[in-house]
């Protein structure tokens, strides 16, 4: 059996404090920055004219202005109904995640070019700083669905 003991003075301890407290620290802000260089690869919809501009440029046509504007704190960590739905986000590049505990925005859009339905369709797009975090197109009602925000290929 080997034994090691060593004389700490309070000045070694509180350095070894400080020190561990700095890697923390380090660690902590290392973390922080990775994560957040996943989001400079989306899009950046700061104002309504550069989300319906983003919407028109994946096919879809929307009402100039959002019906309904939400404002709301995303838990952290994410429980249901927010779990099932980052599924789905995570389908088209999108993860909920990287906002836990912070203010998002939901702009809810009419569609008007929807297949095979004229109206009653609605988009959402789920901004958070300024940067697009999720988005879904959904109908309500008895037949209705919630996709991606893909637009869907016309049935022939």
């Not at 999108?94 to 836990?100: G, R």
Request: hydrophobic content about 40%; charged content about 20%.
């Amino acid at each position: 059996m080997l034994i090691f003991t060593t004389r700490l003075s309070k000045k070694k301890a509180a350095l070894a404090v400080i020190a561990a407290g700095a890697l923390v620290a380090a660690i902590i802000i290392l973390v922080g920055y990775f994560q957040g260089n996943d989001r400079e690869d989306l899009p950046q919809l700061a104002d309504n004219a550069q989300r319906v501009s983003y919407l028109q440029s994946l096919g879809w046509d929307v009402e100039a202005e959002p019906v309904e504007t939400l404002q709301f704190l995303l838990p952290n960590p994410l429980e249901e109904p927010y779990l099932s739905y980052n599924e789905l986000q995570k389908e088209q590049g999108f993860d909920l995640s990287a906002c836990c505990g912070q203010q998002v925005a939901r702009y809810t859009y009419a569609v008007t070019n929807y297949p095979g339905r004229p109206t009653g369709v609605q988009l959402n797009l789920y901004i958070c700083e300024g940067v697009l975090v999720a988005g879904d197109v959904c109908c309500l009602g008895a037949d209705g669905f919630q996709s991606t925000l893909e637009f869907p290929e016309a049935d022939t």
